[in-house]
């Protein structure tokens, strides 16, 4: 059977470099303040490329529809039982400008420090991941801007196999199915998702980080909305009748558990995290984000919540408190546990690509968690980047192309 572990024979058997460079040279930052669907019309001018492209390589059905999401089909060589859909985001984050990128090749990397413009520096102490790519090509933006390999890395590793395997029909291969998604990095990348039309069996994002990168687990994830209403009067004739939601509401803050915090915890632990405060004297509203890796343990962070919404409420009966707690995205690892044969596919993938699997638990979601628990199982395959959504973001050609390899070997492997 084949299998390809050979990353610079894959560079130099596909345009995988030079796609990158041309999409991370467009603007698709995508804006959690708009209400529409992609949240910007920038967006298009990537998915309309990623049209004609795929037209080019012989993907016959290639189109975008009014939401921003692209897809297509690759015909399978072989009968296969399941179709399998790769997944990619054209968003890049705005956490960092993404606008006029220029990304600069870093050619047989030497293993020190990669200074950039704006005193911006890539250091080999916080990125020991340097260490593995001596004499790789790394890219980086220009110091400016993010690089915006996540995920058009994972977009040109997509486009690449479509590009090998079309060349290669002797090669196995199952029914592929394409989808390029707007807003991921918003939170919405499945939100218009065409699930029924798509309709692949099993599905994979190529949106993680570094080489051997397999996630199968994320967080589960809930939100919590507390709202605190107090009394109103004239502040001058108050006494013994205002009841400040704001003071109230600072209590509230004040008691939750230091200790279970985003910046206090890593690995498997979880967090309660106030992420966002609107309100005045009079009422006042908190969005508090909840995480863990277990369902049951957010659960008990939203029973924490409501407990100490009580002590205010017992301090100062007047109040009105409300606690509303809703789901935002599942762990996929619920469902992906009942199908083993597809972590077991994918490690082995790894595997002939020549590397370690890196099995990692998200702190955080992927489109696939969403994909996962809408019946689409979707675990998530290293596109090679490092450093997400700011100024210091890289990646390695190298890195990519076992990325590609990575993906071909999964193909070989379904089409078994
Ligand atoms: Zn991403």
């Known amino acids: 059977m084949d299998s390809f572990s050979d990353a610079h024979d894959m560079l130099a058997n596909?345009?995988?470099?030079?796609?990158?460079?041309?999409?991370?040279?467009?603007?698709?930052?995508?804006?959690?303040?708009?209400?529409?669907c992609p949240s910007t019309e920038r967006q298009f001018v990537l998915a309309e490329l990623l049209v004609k492209q795929l037209g080019e390589i012989g993907l016959a059905d290639a189109?975008?529809?009014?939401?921003?999401?692209?897809?297509?089909?690759?015909?399978?060589?072989?009968?296969?039982?399941?179709?399998?859909?790769?997944i990619a985001h054209l968003d890049t984050?705005?956490?960092?400008?993404?606008?006029?990128?220029?990304?600069?090749l870093h050619e047989d990397y030497d293993g020190s420090d990669i200074e950039l413009d704006d005193g911006v520096v890539i250091s080999v102490r916080e990125n020991p991941e340097l260490e593995k790519c001596i004499g790789d090509t790394v890219i980086t933006a220009d110091g400016t801007t993010l690089l915006g390999a996540d995920d058009k890395a994972g977009i040109a590793i997509i486009m690449s196999v479509l590009?090998?395997?079309q060349k290669r029909p002797e090669l196995p291969r199952p029914d592929i199915r394409i989808a390029f998604t707007p807003d991921e990095e918003i939170g919405r990348g499945t939100a218009k998702f065409p699930m029924e039309d798509f309709g692949a069996d099993v599905g994979f994002t190529i949106d993680g980080s570094f080489d051997g990168e397999v996630n199968i687990e994320t967080f589960h994830a809930d939100s919590a909305y507390v709202t605190i209403t107090g009394v109103s009067t004239h502040p001058g004739t108050a006494k013994g009748k205002l009841v400040n939601a704001l003071r109230h509401m600072a209590a509230f803050l004040s008691r939750l558990p230091a200790e279970i915090s985003p910046e206090r915890t890593e690995g498997r632990e979880g967090f309660i995290h106030p992420y966002e405060?609107?309100?005045?004297?009079?009422?006042?509203?908190c969005h508090l984000i909840l995480r863990d890796f277990d369902r049951d343990a957010v659960s008990a962070l939203g029973g924490r919540i409501k407990e100490v919404a009580d002590s205010v409420l017992k301090d100062e009966p007047r109040l009105k408190v409300e606690v509303e707690i809703k789901p935002s995205y599942p762990n996929m690892y619920e469902h992906l546990k009942d199908r083993p044969e597809i972590t077991e596919r994918l490690l082995e993938a790894v595997r002939r690509a020549g590397i370690e699997p890196n099995l990692k638990p998200v702190r955080g979601g992927t489109d696939g968690s969403m994909l996962t628990q809408k019946g689409l199982p979707c675990p998530n395959i290293f596109?090679?980047?490092?450093?997400?959504h700011g100024q210091t973001e890289w990646v390695s050609t190298r890195s990519m192309g076992l990325s590609l390899c990575t993906v071909l070997n999964l193909m070989t492997l379904y089409a078994s």
Do not use: M, Q, W
């Not at 596109?383 to 997400?388: D, E, I, K, R, Y």
């Open 14 to 36: 596909t345009s995988l470099v030079e796609r990158f460079l041309e999409y991370v040279k467009i603007d698709t930052t995508s804006d959690e303040h708009s209400e529409t």
């Open 63 to 86: 189109a975008v529809d009014e939401n921003c999401y692209v897809t297509a089909t690759l015909h399978g060589t072989v009968e296969s039982k399941e179709t399998v859909g790769l």
């Open 93 to 104: 984050s705005s956490a960092a400008p993404g606008v006029n990128v220029e990304p600069i």
């Open 163 to 165: 590009e090998f395997l």
């Open 277 to 285: 405060l609107t309100g005045d004297a009079s009422s006042c509203k």
């Open 383 to 388: 596109a090679g980047g490092v450093n997400f």
